[in-house]
Nanobody
Framework: QVQLVETGGGLVQAGGSQTLACVAVRTTFTRFTVGWFRQAPGKEREFVSAVSGNSGTTRYADSVKGRFTISIDNAKKTVYLQMNSLRPEDTAAFYC????????????????????WGQGTQVTVSS
């Protein structure tokens, strides 16, 4: 069973930076696509970014392009989400998820396709 553990959330001022980490327990991300999603109160879960553990290919939501960077460590155990120029509208619970099936990158934004999810970490951006 794949277990994902997220760390790095917290309170940050607008314009600031924060890095989230998603650690794979008892496995590596080599054969997974790893995505970050977020959900604000009263809103649907939305795609943020994803990376292929195999190829390193990345994808971003338009709302975070140029501000967020997703990366995976050499050991393929941890996926990072570096968030810069944070805005109050970025406030949400952030979740990492892993999909074992190799898909076209256009499918990465569909949260229903991900098999494994972390517990989530709250990011709050104050104005």
């Amino acid at each position: 069973q794949v277990q994902l553990v997220e760390t790095g959330g917290g309170l940050v001022q607008a314009g600031g930076s924060q890095t989230l980490a998603c650690v794979a327990v008892r496995t590596t991300f080599t054969r997974f696509t790893v995505g970050w999603f977020r959900q604000a109160p009263g809103k649907e879960r939305e795609f943020v970014s994803a990376v292929s553990g195999n190829s390193g290919t990345t994808r971003y939501a338009d709302s975070v392009k140029g501000r967020f960077t997703i990366s995976i460590d050499n050991a393929k155990k941890t996926v990072y989400l570096q968030m810069n120029s944070l805005r109050p509208e970025d406030t949400a619970a952030f979740y990492c998820a892993a999909d074992y099936v190799q898909r076209d990158t256009s499918a990465w934004e569909q949260h229903s396709l991900y098999d494994y999810w972390g517990q989530g970490t709250q990011v709050t951006v104050s104005s």
